[in-house]
């Protein structure tokens, strides 16, 4: 198994801003990945932070609102940029060891005011 | 595109037994995951299921049947702990082995 811990656990920021969440594993993983989880609803993959390239997002977020950087195995970065009450929500890191398990960091919860 | 069934919300009384079912459509078979989250936090891992039969693990077992796009998870002496929303994901075919998330089973355990 992994231990995901992901900073900050919340937040309350002010529209227009930009917050960086981080996520650190405690072992080399093959896959990083970032969802969204608004209030009530499941979780939606934002993107997989590939390790020493670009992000691969998902239909509807692209990388000049959510730039992703992982500049290795253990360790990954999701900013929230310009923000707006919208994007009010909980984000999630998750990892991958194998084809098996996939866990996830406690989340951040972000509320834009 | 991918498609993932749940009931939204079950109730069950404390040390009963529960199963909830998942429906689901995919481009392909991978594997499917169950999830608990309780209200608040990060979900945790439950069960993998990619063959078909039960999966027993405690308290908790998890079953599939690929030909009918179905699982379920089965719940036994329920809890009062165990109120949570209940995740099903499944990893479609294709080599991302990226899960597919429903929209979640909300279980409200009464004494």
């Known amino acids: 198994s992994a231990v995901i811990s992901q900073k900050p656990s919340r937040d309350i920021c002010q529209r227009g801003t930009s917050l960086t969440i981080q996520c650190q594993v405690d072992?080399?993983?093959?896959?990083m990945f970032w969802y969204r989880q608004q209030p009530g609803q499941s979780l939606t993959l934002i993107a997989t932070?590939?390790?020493?390239?670009?992000?691969?997002?998902e239909s509807g977020f692209v990388i000049d609102k959510f730039p992703i950087s992982r500049p290795n195995l253990t360790f990954s970065t999701l900013t929230v940029s310009n923000m707006s009450p919208e994007d009010s929500s909980i984000y999630l890191c998750s990892a991958r060891t194998g084809k098996t398990e996939a866990f996830f960091g406690q989340g951040t919860r972000l509320t834009v005011v | 595109g991918q498609n993932i069934d749940q009931p939204t919300e079950m109730t069950a009384t404390e040390g009963a037994i529960v199963q909830i079912n998942c429906t689901y459509q995919t481009s392909g078979f991978n594997g499917l995951f169950w999830y608990q989250q309780h209200a608040g936090e990060a979900p945790t891992f439950l069960s993998y299921?990619?063959?078909?039969g039960l999966e027993e693990k405690g308290r908790f077992s998890s079953f599939l049947s690929r030909s009918k796009g179905y699982s379920y998870l089965l719940l036994k002496e329920l809890q009062m702990k165990d109120s949570a929303s209940y995740l099903c994901?499944?990893?479609?075919?294709?080599?991302?082995?990226?899960?597919?998330f429903g929209r979640g089973t909300s279980l409200i355990v009464h004494p």
């Open positions: 994901a499944v990893i479609p075919g294709g080599g991302s082995y990226i899960p597919t």
């Open positions: 299921n990619v063959l078909d």
């Open positions: 932070a590939n390790q020493g390239s670009e992000a691969t997002y």
């Open positions: 072992s080399q993983v093959t896959m």
